[in-house]
C-alpha cells in the first residue's frame, strides 16, 4: 500500500498526514499519529475505554518479535476487516483513536512539564547564592572568588607591572 491509498481510505473521517515510520506508514490528524500501517495491517490507537470495542471485533494488538521475546505493544490494535469497505464507521473508530492519541499525548506533555529542569537563570541564581552561603560560612568577604582563565593563552599570562599597563 502507498501514502496515496492510505490517506483515501481515511477519506471519510478528513485531511490526514500519512508519514514515513519504521517499515511502513503513521497516519496522522491534528499533529498526533492515531494509526499506523505495518506489515500490510493497520493499526488504531487504543485505551482502556476503546480496548473492549476491538475485543468485541475479534481484532489483536500489535506485537513483534525480538530475538529474545516476543513484545507485545496494547496501545495499538489491529483495525477490523471490515472497516475497509464502511468509510463512514472507519472514520467514528478513527476520531475515537485520534481521541485516544491526544489524551495521551496531552498525559506525555504534563509529565514532561512536571519533570523538567529549572532554565539556566535559575540554576545561576541558585549556584551565585550557594557560593555566597558557603563564602559567608567561611568567614570571607561576600564577594565571589575572581574568574579563573579559561583559555589556554589566557592561563599562561602573568600579571607583570607592564602587562597590566596594557591592558
Known sequence: ??????????????????????????IYADDVCFALYLRGEFYLKADETTI?????????????????????????????????????????????????????????????KKAAKPGKAAVKAASAKAREKKIVRAGKTSKPAPKRATSRRAATRTNSPRQTARR
Open 1 to 26: 500500500m502507498d501514502r496515496e491509498t492510505a490517506a483515501e481510505l481515511f477519506s471519510a473521517f478528513g485531511a490526514v498526514d500519512v508519514r514515513r515510520m519504521f517499515s511502513g506508514f503513521g
Open 52 to 112: 473492549p470495542r476491538f475485543i468485541a471485533e475479534g481484532s489483536e494488538h500489535f506485537s513483534y518479535s525480538t530475538r529474545a521475546k516476543t513484545v507485545s505493544v496494547k496501545s495499538w490494535w489491529r483495525m477490523p476487516i471490515r472497516l475497509y469497505d464502511e468509510p463512514e464507521e472507519l472514520a467514528d473508530w478513527a476520531r475515537q483513536a485520534v481521541a485516544v492519541a491526544a489524551k495521551v499525548r496531552l498525559k506525555k506533555v504534563a509529565r514532561k
